[in-house]
């Protein structure tokens, strides 16, 4: 059986969660579940609530995937807590694949887990992946060898399909898509700053300047701490 191990946090955003879940739950002999620091309730980005099945402690040492959702919100406040990314680094450093979906990717990074491997996130923070090492390749879904790193939000459920074909096969991935009829026509293609119209993007980003400012100081912190732990490693090693 399958063991997935899903990161759940406070005010991570929803859809980074069940989007990608809508198709890891659905593999077949696979035990899909939630993990934190402790069983009791958190509250989601949008107000749900849920619930860890298992703590960091009982969470299974060897993993077939370690995945990350995100959500900005929730995740900064993460790049410096020490229990959760020394919980990433442990689990990740033997799982057969570590994932994630928006800006998960820099809490992976941040555990020293993308150092050498290409990797994307969400559009207005994925410039922050190379302070952990991490090659910035702005898709969709990225694959470096067990690496696969989704976008933004939405993006997880291509994502989600992408990580079932590599579990379970090509056609059981397109099985699961025509399943939940996933096949998106969206009424605007706007959804990347790319082709988002003129000019939307930098006021997307004048809004949110203090949160940008905010995570880029949580990451050079998290890179620094990250730094740190190598070069004491160095130094055990006799370096």
């Known amino acids: 059986m ?11 955003f929803d859809v980074d969660l069940i989007g990608p879940q809508t198709f890891l739950q659905r ?10 620091k402790d069983r009791g309730p958190i509250v989601s980005d949008l107000g749900v609530t849920y619930a860890a099945t298992h703590d960091f402690a009982s969470c299974p040492a060897n993993l077939d995937v370690l995945f990350v959702p995100g959500g900005l919100k929730g995740a900064m406040p993460l790049l410096r807590d020490g229990a959760v990314l020394d919980f990433l680094a442990d689990r990740g450093a033997r799982a057969k694949y570590v994932a994630s979906v928006c800006t998960g990717s820099l809490l992976l990074g941040a555990a020293g887990l993308l150092t050498g491997y290409k990797a994307t996130s969400y559009w207005m923070v994925r410039d922050l992946l190379p302070l952990f090492g991490a ?10 060898r067990n690496r696969v790193t989704g976008g933004g939000a939405t993006a997880g459920l291509d994502f989600g399909l992408t990580l079932a074909s590599l579990l379970r096969g090509e056609d059981h991935a397109k099985m699961l898509q025509l399943l939940v009829e996933y096949d998106p026509q969206p009424p605007y293609d706007a959804g990347a700053p ?11 980003r004048d809004k949110r300047a203090g949160e940008m400012a905010a ?8 890179a620094k701490r990250l730094e740190g732990g190598r070069g004491r490693l160095r130094s055990s090693n006799g370096a």
């Open 2 to 12: 399958l063991q997935i191990a899903m990161l759940i946090y406070p005010d991570m």
């Open 27 to 36: 593999l077949g002999d696979a035990d899909v579940f939630y993990v934190w």
């Open 135 to 144: 090659e910035l390749v702005p898709e969709r879904v990225v694959i470096d």
């Open 194 to 204: 790319e082709r988002a119209p003129a000019g939307m993007a930098e006021r997307i």
């Open 215 to 222: 995570a880029r100081e949580a990451a050079l912190s998290a």
